[in-house]
């Protein structure tokens, strides 16, 4: 009687599979599965192995982070078919930039509120300057509330360069009354020292003094 040889195949497991972009070898319980289910057709794991052993993965965009529905990473995905916030918050979730950490143009302060207040992605920048910012009030509205007065308390006229410079805050008060009132110079024509520009509309603020 002649023997012939016998030649036995190992095929490649799954886990060695090279899945397409956004999949991931199927990750399967060893004592609850056939074996033929994770393993190839072959000896080589190929592209025709794909569909028994690669899944897709769920994208980050399908899970709701804390910072609200549009923090989600573009494009990345979480680790499984489908998202868990407690596996996969870190890796899809980033914070989104709060308008307190935004700075405000000069002539302008931030809204109340700003720690609680999101930019529209990881930075603030200049698009998000009307979610964050508000106009501080002109000197003219401090003239219209409480007016100007002398050391004596009589009534005078504000200095009429004055009328356009920056009250502290969104509204003026009575804080101002030396900004907006005082024989003080506009920063227009202050030189600056080396590393420092001078602000926009320089005409609108004021030094401590008259020079």
Not at 198 to 211: I, Y
Request: aromatic share 6%; glycine share 6%.
């Amino acid at each position: 009687e002649k023997v012939l040889p016998v030649l036995f195949i190992w095929p490649e497991v799954c886990a060695s599979a090279r899945c397409p972009d956004h999949h991931a070898p199927i990750q399967h319980d060893p004592e609850d599965v056939n074996v033929e289910d994770f393993i190839c057709l072959g000896e080589v794991c190929t592209k025709a192995d794909v569909p028994r052993c690669c899944e897709k993965l769920a994208p980050c965009d399908t899970m709701q982070c804390p910072s609200g529905p549009d923090a989600q990473a573009e494009g990345w995905n979480c680790f499984g078919t489908t998202c868990d916030a407690k596996v996969d918050q870190k890796h899809c979730c980033d914070r989104w930039a709060a308008c307190s950490e935004y700075i405000c143009p000069a002539h302008q302060i931030q809204r109340p509120n700003a720690t609680k207040t999101l930019c529209a992605s990881r930075m603030c920048s200049t698009r998000d300057a009307d979610l964050c910012c508000e106009d501080r009030e002109v000197c003219a509205a401090f003239e219209e509330k409480f007016g100007c007065k002398d050391p004596n308390g009589t009534k005078v006229d504000m200095p009429p360069e004055a009328k356009n410079r920056r009250c502290t805050d969104a509204t003026c008060g009575s804080m101002d009354e030396a900004h907006c009132c005082g024989d003080v110079s506009s920063c227009h024509g202050f030189k600056c020292l080396g590393g420092w520009l001078l602000r926009k509309r320089p005409e609108h603020f004021t030094c401590n003094g008259k020079v």
